[in-house]
């Protein structure tokens, strides 16, 4: 399976501000996918980051709030935009290899805290 | 849309003994459900999972079982260690030509004892 990497690991950001999170896999993979996974909760989908086309929001999740950024095969950024506290949760990148697979294999999320 | 009930919440086992959780979903057209581990401060990790083609798999000490029939799957795991406390999460997805979301259930702590 593909090696996923995110940064930063974790923030602590003040209400009012913005973080990018990145992902980055170490092959080219065609599915990109960024999930919420608020404290003992379960996972969320956010949005499906396309290449090279806007991503594909789930109910709920909005463009100017989580921006996403998908500019290659192997990178992708998810921006949590004007933060409020309830914003604070695990941000998942998972990726699918390719149109074919079956499997979604998840990095290792970033976990953010909005004071 | 989809919907997967997961049950126990928390379920706490002896070393050795087996676990058991189960999931349902609504969907008849979902075809793919995986199941994920995962650890205090890192992101889910796919340990198994199963196509609607087939009822049974088996990886180790972990299984999973299906039925179409009843939308039922379960994970097995049998002679559970200390290692195996973790959070679990089932899912289904419907998996065609193009791409599906995963819908995930709301996942099950797993304690083992030593």
Redesign the interface.
Known sequence: ?AV?SQKPSRDICQRGTSLTIQCQVDSQV??M?WYRQQPG?????IA?ANQGSEATY?SGFVIDKFPISRPNLTFSTLTVSNMSPEDSSIY?CSV?QD?SS????????TRLTVT | GENVEQHPSTLSVQEGDSAVIKCTYSDSASNYFPWYKQELGKGPQLIIDIRSNVGEKKDQRIAVTLNKTAKHFSLHITETQPEDSAVYFCAASIRDSGYSTLTFGKGTMLLVSP
């Open positions: 399976s996923i065609t599915m996918f909760q379960s996972l969320t989908l499906t789930e998942l699918g149109s079956y499997e979604q294999y998840f990095g290792p999320g």
